[in-house]
């Protein structure tokens, strides 16, 4: 019988009991936690880019549209005049890309304060601007700058608003959760199982040599029984 038992597989998944699918999530959340820049923060920081390659887009086409980039350039540029201009739309989209990049890029901010100053500052500014200059007797770029850059700066916020903070608070509440729950797991669960729950006690062999000299010699093992 102990021949028999010892061939007996121990039960296979006994050692495996603690936790596994919950180690394996949290370690995806661990390698999540060590990219350099989450995806929707990403998303983010390319529309910012976006933003001010199609305002550089709309200027320079203005500038060719209107006689000539260099005569344009000279005119908008070092004869700067804030109400015939498009010059300064330009540097708002700089001060706009520069602004959101270093704060929420490089620095990694989690806070809207960036956001809401680089909003403030360009909507006032377009709004002053429309009022006091003379863009809108210039054609269709003295209302298409305008208007598009006020739409790209309220599109800039509600992304950071309502998409980049919330999802990276959730991401890191679901990392916290899953890390808790990997560290209570051994705690939840048994451990392996020993070998020696499933096998029988040995024999002695003393008991076993006893009971071969007493089938060898019967009258010896009748005499035992009497006596």
């Not at 200027?59 to 201009?85: F, P, T």
């Not at 680089?118 to 863009?135: E, G, H, P, Q, R």
Request: aromatic fraction near 12%; include cysteine.
């Amino acid at each position: 019988m102990n021949s028999s038992t010892d061939s007996w597989p121990a039960p296979s998944g006994a050692g495996s009991i603690k936790g596994t699918p919950i180690q394996a999530r949290g370690e995806s959340y661990d390698a999540g936690e060590k990219k350099c820049i989450s995806d929707v923060r990403r998303t983010f920081c390319l529309f910012v880019t976006f933003d001010l390659l199609f305002i550089i887009l709309l200027w320079i086409i203005e500038l060719n549209v209107n006689g000539g980039i260099q005569k344009q350039l000279e005119r908008e540029v070092l004869h700067y005049d804030y109400r015939a201009s498009f010059f300064d739309i330009f540097l708002l989209a700089v001060f706009r890309f520069a602004t959101l990049i270093l704060a929420y890029a490089v620095c990694k901010l989690r806070h809207w304060w960036a956001i809401a100053l680089t909003s403030a500052v360009s909507c006032a500014f377009l709004i002053i601007k429309v009022i006091l200059s003379k863009l809108l007797s210039q054609g269709a770029f003295g209302y298409l700058l305008p208007i598009i850059s006020f739409v790209l700066t309220w599109i800039e916020t509600w992304l950071l608003d309502f998409k980049v903070l919330p999802q990276e608070a959730e991401d890191e509440n679901r990392y916290l959760s899953i890390m808790g729950a990997t560290e209570r797991a051994p705690l939840m669960h048994p451990g392996p199982l020993s070998d020696g729950q499933f096998y029988s006690p040995p024999e002695s062999v003393a008991d076993s040599d006893e009971e071969l000299d007493d089938k060898h010699d019967p009258e010896k093992g009748l005499i035992q029984q009497v006596t």
